[in-house]
């Protein structure tokens, strides 16, 4: 704790500490230096209002302003009050500076503590914090060390020679000629060598009581609720805390100390865990180096492999060259092999023929002239047909190795996570269920890179997981869940690197109830929606329809219609839909819808425009229609005022319905939701299972 003990102006061990009105503290002397005449505390310009009645916002908030201090003076000298009084809570700076002489920054906070004539002699010694310092100094060894001299005014005090126990000052020989004379009343002051000085002074400051700061003679031995400071009896009865509620200082003292003993514990608690993160960190700190030279070898054996790789390349792209240099060469042998052929047998043909034209007589040159004629003819006809007189294939080697692809990728080789996510953490404080919809939040692996999550939600009771959500976000709304249920819940973190392990699970349970609302995105525009959206009416003479805003698939569930307003004997038609149903037709007209709509006198209930059941018994203004959707034993049922409607509406039900009325502009009504089933059907079920 030694950064608690020392001066935020000398950075020293406090040295007779007092308490500013900010709450912070000061040795004696550093106060004695930063003390100055309060006309440089005060703002430059400040209008005055004289109308004491009519604060502006900027007066009001004075009281923790950057340009005032939180501290009221009265016109006493000596007066020292930490926390203003009511009267006095709306002053300005100039105002709360009246009656003071001196003023002093707080070098932590930069607050103002204004002071009377006697400045900073006027503060409240902290002597608690002065007891502790001892202690602490105590333990340090310090007592060795020599006491300063707290008179003088150069940054290197002398060392003390006397105390003055009565004074409480220590002086060095210069100081104590000039302030403290042997002469006059100060003869009679008993000097101490510094070392039983110090001793005395923290006897004395044990035994002495807290005198009030208004009263000098007087105790404190109340505490001021109201101002939260320590006061006086006459400071209660016939001072600036009269009227204040109060209690005896002691037990003030004791319930603060509890107080604070509680908060400690918690502190503590978090100091213990922040304790165990510390060691975590060190014993991570120990494990790197040698896991740097594990990365070092794995990252020097890739290199190696890579050079080995190109090595190998080099070496199969050099066969690649010999073996087409020596296809080249063999394709141009076998060339100048079948040129040469050729050509033999064309100088053969040729010689063959000059001899021939050597030949003198007509009769024998004729006898064969004709046929070599046409085998010369025909050779020269095929001479380009027979042979290539282009090279095959050319000498150069018309090849070019594209390195570049290979250059860039060992240029801008670099590292990236290698290994899969660790587990992320499911947060149940931040995870609800509401209505029949559920909502997980979760947090990954401290130091993971994660590209995506996956969410699985089981089916509500007990059976496979599935897939819900697969993203980058860590918290995911589910809807459209059954009501009553249990559902379970875990999530994966994955990189390319591979996947983390499942999440610790999370149970969540739906309303047992549902609890819904009219659903104004799926209303034909010719409703109209009040009352938070359960009330509707419509502006059509024709039938428009509205769903609710909860489906059901899988329990049993009751809501109520009531009707607000019903004239000209209109029909109103109230039951369950599909969520594509037609809103521009009369409930039940289609496949999509079921229904029972009732006039004054009768009902009947209507699917796919077929009406089956007519009952007698209507509505009137006021009238309850209750709707009973058991998707337990799949079937439709009504009530009216309390009393069963017909026959069981429907049944062979499956799938997912949405409560639906239809109503023209003759009606309004009011839905109700999240009840309890009549009694009397409970006891239908019962017997009937």
């Known amino acids: 704790m030694e950064g608690e003990l020392k001066c935020p102006s000398c950075t020293k061990f406090y040295v007779k500490p007092v308490l500013l009105s900010c709450s912070h503290n000061l040795c004696s002397g550093c106060a004695h230096n930063l003390q100055d005449s309060v006309d440089k505390f005060l703002p430059q310009t400040e209008e005055n209002n004289s109308d004491q009645g009519d604060f502006p916002e900027i007066d009001k908030l004075s009281i923790v302003s950057e340009t005032d201090s939180g501290v009221v003076c009265n016109s006493r000298p000596s007066s020292y009050i930490s ?22 920054k707080c070098p932590v906070c930069k607050k103002v503590t204004y002071l009377g004539e006697t400045g900073f002699q006027s503060l409240p010694r902290n002597r608690v914090l002065d007891i502790i310092v001892e202690k602490f100094t105590d333990s340090k060894s310090e007592e060795s060390l020599p006491q300063k001299c707290e008179l003088c005014e150069s940054d290197n005090p002398k060392d003390a020679t006397v105390v003055c126990e009565q004074c409480e000052v220590c002086y060095c020989d210069s100081c104590r000629e000039h302030c403290h004379p042997a002469r006059g009343p100060l003869a009679k002051h008993n000097l101490v060598d510094p070392f039983q000085g110090k001793s005395l002074l923290r006897a004395k400051l044990k035994q002495k009581d807290q005198k009030c700061y208004e009263h000098t003679e007087e105790v404190l031995s109340l505490y001021c609720l109201t101002c939260k400071i320590p006061m006086c009896i006459i400071c209660h009865q016939d001072g600036p805390h009269i009227n204040h509620e109060s209690q005896a200082i002691g037990a003030m003292c004791k319930s603060h100390k509890t107080d604070l003993s509680q908060t400690l514990q918690a502190l503590s608690e978090k100091a213990k865990t922040e304790t165990e993160f510390i060691q ?5 700190t120990e494990r790197i180096p040698a896991n740097c030279v594990e990365f070092e070898s794995v990252v020097v054996a890739q290199c190696d492999a890579l050079i080995e790789a190109i090595h190998q390349r080099k070496q199969e792209l050099l066969d690649f060259v010999s073996a087409e240099r020596d296809m080249k060469i063999k394709i141009l042998k076998d060339q100048a092999h079948t040129c040469t052929g050729h050509l033999q047998k064309t100088t053969s043909l040729l010689y063959f023929c000059v001899e021939v034209l050597k030949e003198s007589d007509p009769a024998s040159f004729l006898q064969i002239s004709s046929s070599l004629l046409n085998r010369v003819t025909t050779v020269d006809q095929n001479f380009f047909k027979e042979i290539e007189l282009v090279p095959r294939v050319s000498p150069e080697f018309e090849l070019t190795l594209d390195n570049t692809p290979v250059v860039h990728a060992i240029q801008t080789m ?25 909502t997980i939040a979760w947090q990954p692996y401290p130091g993971s890179v994660v590209d995506a999550y996956t969410l699985e939600l089981d089916d509500g009771n007990g059976g496979d997981f599935r897939v819900v959500y697969i993203g980058p976000e860590m918290m995911c709304t589910v809807d459209g869940l059954h009501f ?4 379970n819940a875990r999530v994966k973190g994955q990189n390319h690197a591979g996947e983390s392990e499942y999440s610790d699970l999370v149970s969540l349970q739906t309303a047992e109830v549902a609890w819904f609302s ?9 409703i109209i929606i009040s009352n938070d959206n359960l009330t509707a009416t419509c502006n059509s003479f024709e039938h428009r329809i509205i769903l609710g805003g909860v489906g059901f698939s899988k329990g049993v569930h009751y809501w109520e219609v009531t009707v607000d307003r019903y004239d000209n004997n209109t029909d109103p038609a109230i039951g369950i839909a599909r969520f594509d149903v037609s809103k521009a037709d009369m409930l039940g007209k289609d496949d999509k819808g079921w229904c029972m709509y009732v006039d004054s006198k009768r009902s009947w209930f209507m699917h796919s425009d077929i009406h089956t059941d007519r009952t007698e018994g209507g509505i009137k203004r006021g009238s309850v229609i209750g709707v009973l959707l058991d998707l337990d034993h799949n079937t439709l049922s009504y009530f009216v005022n309390g009393e069963p409607q017909g026959p069981v509406a429907f ?7 949405f409560p639906a009325v239809s109503i023209n502009r003759n009606v309004q009504v009011t839905i109700h939701s999240g009840l309890n089933p009549p009694v009397e059907c409970e006891d239908s079920e019962d017997s009937a299972a």
């Open 414 to 438: 670099n590292f990236f996570q290698m290994k899969a996510p660790g587990q992320p953490t499911i947060l149940p404080e931040d995870c609800s269920a509401e209505n029949n919809s559920v």
């Open 83 to 104: 926390t203003p009084s009511i009267h006095n809570l709306f002053l300005s700076s100039t105002q709360l500076s009246q009656g003071c002489v001196y003023g002093i």
């Open 651 to 657: 049944t062979n039900l499956c799938g997912v319905y």
């Open 518 to 526: 009219l659903d104004p995105t799926t209303a034909h525009p010719d």
């Open 280 to 284: 975590k960190l060190k014993a991570m």
């Open 484 to 487: 009553n249920s249990i559902y």
